[in-house]
Protein backbone atom coordinates (compact mmCIF):
# COMPACT_ATOMS: atom_id res chain seq x y z
CA UNK A 1 0.00 0.00 0.00
CA UNK A 2 1.78 3.20 -0.85
CA UNK A 3 1.76 6.04 1.87
CA UNK A 4 0.67 9.57 1.67
CA UNK A 5 2.80 12.01 1.21
CA UNK A 6 3.99 14.15 4.55
CA UNK A 7 2.69 18.10 4.16
CA UNK A 8 5.96 20.36 4.95
CA UNK A 9 5.05 23.01 7.87
CA UNK A 10 5.87 26.63 6.83
CA UNK A 11 8.94 28.05 8.52
CA UNK A 12 8.55 30.89 10.71
CA UNK A 13 9.61 33.40 8.56
CA UNK A 14 7.74 32.55 5.65
CA UNK A 15 4.39 33.08 7.70
CA UNK A 16 2.60 36.89 7.86
CA UNK A 17 4.58 39.35 9.37
CA UNK A 18 1.86 41.83 10.38
CA UNK A 19 -1.33 40.19 12.10
CA UNK A 20 -4.27 41.24 10.31
CA UNK A 21 -6.34 44.14 10.56
CA UNK A 22 -9.63 44.06 12.48
CA UNK A 23 -12.59 46.48 10.94
CA UNK A 24 -13.64 49.05 13.24
CA UNK A 25 -17.01 48.64 14.93
CA UNK A 26 -19.35 50.83 13.40
CA UNK A 27 -22.58 51.64 15.68
CA UNK A 28 -25.67 50.96 12.74
CA UNK A 29 -28.96 52.70 13.58
CA UNK A 30 -31.99 51.00 14.15
CA UNK A 31 -34.98 51.62 11.77
CA UNK A 32 -37.46 53.95 12.62
CA UNK A 33 -40.98 52.72 14.45
CA UNK A 34 -43.00 54.17 11.01
CA UNK A 35 -40.14 51.56 8.75
CA UNK A 36 -41.50 49.12 10.03
CA UNK A 37 -44.82 49.54 10.75
CA UNK A 38 -45.22 50.31 7.21
CA UNK A 39 -43.34 47.25 6.08
CA UNK A 40 -45.82 44.87 8.32
CA UNK A 41 -48.61 46.76 7.34
CA UNK A 42 -48.17 46.22 3.31
CA UNK A 43 -47.32 42.62 3.84
CA UNK A 44 -50.31 42.29 6.24
CA UNK A 45 -52.31 44.72 3.48
CA UNK A 46 -51.40 41.93 0.69
CA UNK A 47 -52.29 38.64 2.33
CA UNK A 48 -55.75 40.35 3.15
CA UNK A 49 -56.42 41.11 -0.68
CA UNK A 50 -55.45 37.39 -1.72
CA UNK A 51 -57.44 35.94 1.01
CA UNK A 52 -60.58 38.25 0.23
CA UNK A 53 -60.20 37.75 -3.34
CA UNK A 54 -60.16 33.85 -3.11
CA UNK A 55 -63.08 34.33 -0.57
CA UNK A 56 -64.83 36.38 -3.54
CA UNK A 57 -65.80 39.49 -0.89
CA UNK A 58 -63.53 41.77 -3.13
CA UNK A 59 -65.70 44.52 -5.52
CA UNK A 60 -65.94 43.21 -8.75
CA UNK A 61 -65.94 39.64 -8.14
CA UNK A 62 -62.81 37.73 -7.93
CA UNK A 63 -59.95 38.91 -10.70
CA UNK A 64 -56.49 38.60 -11.71
CA UNK A 65 -55.86 42.09 -11.50
CA UNK A 66 -56.45 41.74 -7.23
CA UNK A 67 -54.18 38.82 -6.60
CA UNK A 68 -51.30 40.69 -8.57
CA UNK A 69 -52.23 43.70 -6.44
CA UNK A 70 -51.75 41.99 -3.28
CA UNK A 71 -48.69 39.93 -4.70
CA UNK A 72 -47.20 43.60 -5.36
CA UNK A 73 -48.11 44.88 -1.93
CA UNK A 74 -46.13 41.68 -0.88
CA UNK A 75 -43.18 41.69 -2.53
CA UNK A 76 -43.29 45.92 -1.96
CA UNK A 77 -43.57 45.05 2.51
CA UNK A 78 -40.31 42.64 1.75
CA UNK A 79 -38.74 45.00 -0.34
CA UNK A 80 -38.64 47.44 2.28
Do not use: C, H
Not at 14 to 37: D, F, G, I, L
Not at 54 to 77: K, M, R
Amino acid sequence: MPKSKVRKKKKQSQRRATPPSTPEAKYKESSPTWYVAVMFGLIAIGGLIIILNYIGLTPGDTSNAWLIGGLAAIAAGFAM
